[in-house]
């Protein structure tokens, strides 16, 4: 059973790089046209701070060595993403990028780890970070959503990039299955729900993958809405440009 666990945990390892890689092409298109266009940094801001949470319950949790490293490698490759975002984005969309990366990914990650070092010790500190990144977890596989959405509107999956949302669908499965192993739901109840909201996410794209985009919703996007929305929020003035 050990060997059993150690060898899932490899092949999850494997796999979570390849997750962290897969939005290497739409980087190379934002490069290539100078600008981010419709792609989101929502993802990639909730995932650095995602990493940097299961990094620090890896060191934290006794035997957790594989959980960590991937993580750390998670956390290098999402600053090289976000900081790729701040160079193409317009003006205005990279104040705001910035602001939230500085709240999310260096605020709200060093006030979980004071917290957690000087208020809790033993086995409560390793529930508390299990407990934030279970729930950060859930938050990075969810926040693809808003890129489900413009695939309905627009007909187009032109936004939503394949590679991570297969990605998203094998690491979700495969940690599931070593979370069940090991017996850690920390990581089997956020894995399982990235499980289920990949799978959801490659349905849309089998559905809308031959569709051609919807020309209204373009003829709207080529006449100023092109950089609107690239970190939506519930609360934002909708027509307000991110």
């Excluded at 494997?14 to 980087?27: G, Q, R």
């Excluded at 299961?54 to 993403?81: H, Q, R």
């Excluded at 297969?166 to 690491?171: C, D, G, P, S, T």
């Excluded at 996007?221 to 690239?230: F, Y």
Aim: net charge neutral; with cysteine; charged share 10%.
């Amino acid at each position: 059973m050990d060997n059993l666990y150690l060898y899932v945990g490899i092949i999850g390892n494997i796999i979570s790089v390849l997750m962290f890689l897969s939005p290497v092409k739409t980087f190379w298109t934002i490069v290539k046209k100078g600008s981010t266009e419709e792609f989101k940094s929502l993802p990639y801001i909730c995932t650095l701070l995602n990493s940097c949470l299961w990094t620090y319950y890896g060191i934290t949790k006794p035997g957790s060595y594989l959980v960590a490293t991937v993580n750390g490698f998670g956390i290098l490759v999402e600053i090289v993403y976000i900081s790729l975002f701040l160079i193409y984005a317009p003006p205005r969309t990279r104040a705001k990028t910035a602001k939230v990366a500085g709240i999310v990914d260096v605020m709200v990650f060093a006030g979980a780890v004071l917290v957690t070092q000087f208020g809790m010790e033993g086995d409560m500190r390793i529930d508390v970070i299990g407990f934030m990144g279970a729930a950060l977890n859930i938050v990075m596989y969810a926040s693809p959503l808003s890129s489900m959405r413009l695939v309905v509107t627009t007909k187009s999956v032109e936004y939503m990039p394949f590679l991570l949302s297969l990605f998203f669908f094998l690491n979700g499965a495969v940690w599931t299955f070593y979370a069940f192993l090991v017996r850690d739901w920390f990581l089997g109840v956020p894995n399982g729900t990235g499980f289920v909201l990949g799978v959801a996410q490659l349905a849309l794209y089998s559905i809308y993958m031959q569709s051609k985009p919807s020309k209204v919703i373009f003829d709207d996007l080529d006449s100023g809405g092109q950089h609107q929305h690239l970190l939506p929020s519930s609360t934002s003035n909708p027509t307000e440009p991110l």
